[in-house]
């Protein structure tokens, strides 16, 4: 997918919230591969006159006028990401900074209060494979792969065991807060590495939410499953659907800027 069409999901069909609103709304993330380093990227469209670009251990931040046209936003997103990755590219060792996740055998993960223990394994095989059991993922890598393939595909590998350990955990969840607060019909509820953003919601009720979100407190995947619970209801950003929002957690702004300030650290 080009950066263009990797834009235009992020904006479609998405109104643009007031401050006093969401935050999440305000903000869109990503990742941006650059000589097989994930650089994390976030654009933030603000009331602002000018467009700027910062590049820092955080990763790549794009700030945009809210005001200016969708064309005019993505060409501006395009010019600083196309900037962004050849100063990356003239300076490698800043990648050095960003936050990358390196798998090692018998290296503990700590997934909220979950802790798992990382086992590398290497098979004669084209492909790479995993298994979790317990608290243990078994990661069997393919050979001939370079470093960076290697800790990409152990990065996949157990997004889809972590998916597959919590998937039960957060079914149940949601069935409960859908019970108490909405009675709404759930389709199905699907856990991915998605990091452009936190989940979503069809109107078919098909919910899917980011394995990211198992980093979090509790309270604020809460937050998160009722956010896309309530758009069962209103599906849209409209502020009957942020008044449901408040009624059920009257704090949900915080858990917003919890996300906001904790985005480069909820990663795999």
């Known amino acids: 997918m080009s950066l263009l069409s990797l834009f235009d999901n992020l904006i479609a069909n998405e109104p643009i919230a007031k401050p006093a609103e969401s935050v999440l709304l305000q903000h869109k993330q990503f990742e941006l591969e650059v000589s097989g380093v994930k650089v994390p990227v976030r654009i933030c469209f603000e009331a602002r006159y000018n467009n700027r670009v910062t590049v820092n251990k955080n990763g790549i931040l794009i700030r945009i006028c809210k005001h200016a046209s969708a064309e005019e936003q993505k060409q501006h997103v395009q010019t600083f990401l196309n900037w962004a990755k050849s100063k990356l590219g003239e300076k490698p060792e800043l990648l050095d900074y960003l936050p990358q996740r390196r798998y ?3 290296e503990a993960l700590k997934v909220g209060d979950h802790t798992f223990i990382i086992h590398l394994l290497y098979n004669k095989l084209a492909k790479s494979t995993a298994r979790i059991h317990e608290n243990h993922i078994m990661l069997s890598l393919a050979s001939g792969l370079t470093k960076e393939a290697e800790q990409s595909a152990a990065s996949y590998l ?12 957060v079914c149940e969840r949601l069935h409960l807060l859908n019970q108490k607060h909405f009675g709404k019909r759930i389709s199905s509820v699907k856990l991915k590495y998605n990091t452009s953003n936190w989940g979503s919601c069809s109107s078919r009720g098909n919910i899917n939410l980011s394995v990211r979100l198992m980093f979090a407190p509790q309270d604020v995947i809460d937050y998160v499953i009722i956010h896309e619970l309530a758009h069962l209801v209103h599906h849209n ?5 942020w008044n449901l929002v408040e009624s059920i957690m009257p704090n949900y702004r915080e858990k917003e800027r919890h996300l906001q300030d904790n985005n480069f650290k909820y990663y795999l």
Do not use: W
């Open 104 to 106: 090692l055998n018998n």
């Open 158 to 169: 157990v997004s889809k065991c972590l998916a597959k350990y919590f998937q039960p955990i």
């Open 237 to 241: 950003h409209s502020n009957k659907f």
